[in-house]
């Protein structure tokens, strides 16, 4: 159960991240520029699903930034000592 609940963080953490990068730009004109569809970009930003890892290539083009960069700052909106496997 705990597992889900930290995924939940990640996708929470990837959506926050989004918001902050993108501005005031629309999902629907990002998306048209840089191929990805609104539908995965509105899921994104609401914690609903997780990016996969071209999807994290294809957003951080389009939001200026690296793809370490935007792992970074998901990661920095984690909890403290945040880990996926359970020990």
Not at 50 to 78: H, S, Y
């Amino acid at each position: 159960m705990q597992q889900n609940e930290n995924k939940k963080s990640i996708t929470k953490a990837a959506g926050k991240v989004l918001k902050e990068l993108k501005g005031g730009k629309s999902n629907y004109l990002l998306g048209a520029e840089y191929d990805i569809s609104t539908s995965l970009l509105n899921h994104i930003e609401r914690g609903i699903k997780d990016p996969q890892l071209t999807t994290v290539f294809k957003l951080a083009e389009a939001l200026g930034v690296r793809p370490w960069e935007f792992v970074k700052k998901v990661e920095e909106n984690l909890p403290e000592n945040f880990t996926l496997i359970e020990n």
